[in-house]
């Protein structure tokens, strides 16, 4: 009991001193009220309390994407995009993040070209590296909810506007009733292109959009991915695939039926159980109010996660990022020696 005590009163120092990587955070997401309200006022615009308050009350999937809906409205011109790059790495690096895999929904932003969205993006990125050492890389995500057509010509347009920090391309939005087969077109041009594949699945959807996704995707990643546990063949064969899910504890306590992290059933507890891949991430940190140090201790304190369990957690998160082959060999060898010795302070 006593050693129980003294590595919980240790948690969140071991958790702010493990390196992490984040892979599953929307660039809107990440938008603070404070933040909000800068970019409102950048525009002549006043945000009302009400306004603000209404930022943070959604109680399901489809009221979050209409908060998002609003942040991305007060997104407007490069420079909001810079603000928001740099802000959101801030606190990533805050939270302990050191390399970070970055959605942005270039659709959400009217009247805002491609390419200046990416522009603000970029500069807010190379601010974040300078000023706190975070690596960032990008993946445009798609909405489903616009269909495979439009998912072509966001492919082209992002293959025409390539940048060095382009990781991939995501999928998002309400996923019923758009499921992932119609994108299966879009996914293999993506794939022939060398582009990084992943998609959201099973958060509200059911457990044939997980495996949709893996098998006719070819995503050897899934955004959230709970669904998954409705099925346990799929669980199976996903855990011996190997395949990565990027889980974000906070947002299913808002976005899906499994609101209690101490349930003995919730998904997050039945698929690290099940053996699967999984990394921790904030999915929409400003809007829900987290970090990433946070999202671990949540794990950690309601699923009675040991130090040594959370550094696997850390090195699965490296493991499964777009980090240049060599590079993450090379990180996986020093973040595997520098796990080590903080598990053993931890006295796990
Ligand atoms: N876009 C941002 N966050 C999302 C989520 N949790 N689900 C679907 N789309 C999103
Ligand atoms: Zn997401």
Redesign the pocket.
């Known amino acids: 009991m006593e050693r129980k005590g003294a590595v919980l009163t240790g948690l969140p120092a071991f958790i702010a001193a493990l390196p992490k990587v984040e892979l599953h955070l929307?660039l809107?997401?990440a938008v603070d009220a404070a933040t909000f309200a800068r970019l409102l006022a950048r525009h002549g615009e006043r945000a009302s309390e009400d306004a603000v308050a209404a930022l943070f009350d959604f109680s399901d999937?489809g009221e979050?994407?209409a908060a998002?809906g609003r942040v991305c409205g007060a997104m407007r011109d490069a420079e909001d995009f810079e603000l928001a790059t740099l802000e959101a790495l801030r606190r990533c690096a805050a939270g302990g993040a050191r390399y970070v895999e970055l959605?942005f929904?270039s659709h959400a932003h009217a009247g805002l070209s491609y390419v200046d969205m990416l522009a603000g993006i970029e500069a807010g990125a190379d601010a974040a590296a300078a000023e706190c050492g975070v690596e960032t890389r990008l993946i445009p995500?798609h909405s489903r909810e616009l269909g495979p057509e439009r998912g072509l010509v966001f492919l082209e347009e992002v293959l025409t506007h390539r940048t060095a920090r382009i990781a991939g391309i995501g999928l998002?939005?309400?996923?019923r009733p758009h499921p992932p087969a119609p994108f299966a077109e879009m996914y293999r041009r993506a794939r022939a292109a060398g582009l990084g594949v992943t998609a959201?699945a099973g958060?509200?959807g059911p457990a044939d959009y997980v495996r949709d996704t893996v098998v006719l995707l070819g995503c050897r990643r899934v955004d959230?991915g709970y669904h998954i546990v409705d099925d346990p063949d799929l669980m199976a064969g996903c855990r011996d695939a190997g395949i990565d899910f990027t889980v974000?504890p906070t947002?299913t306590t808002h976005?899906t039926v499994w609101r209690d992290l101490a349930a003995p059933d919730h998904a997050i507890r039945r698929m690290i159980a099940a053996g699967l891949n999984v990394v921790v991430n904030t999915?929409?940190p400003g809007l829900f109010r987290t970090d990433l140090n946070r999202e671990y201790e949540l794990l950690a304190r309601h699923m009675s996660l040991s130090p040594q369990a959370l550094g696997q957690i850390a090195l699965n998160g490296l493991r499964a990022s777009w980090m240049a082959p060599e590079r993450k060999s090379r990180q996986l060898s020093a973040w595997s020696a520098e796990i080590e010795t903080l598990v053993a302070a931890a006295g796990a």
């Open positions: 929307h809107e997401g999937l979050f994407l998002y959605f929904s995500a998002d939005y309400q996923e959201h958060e509200d959230h974000c947002t976005t999915d929409d």
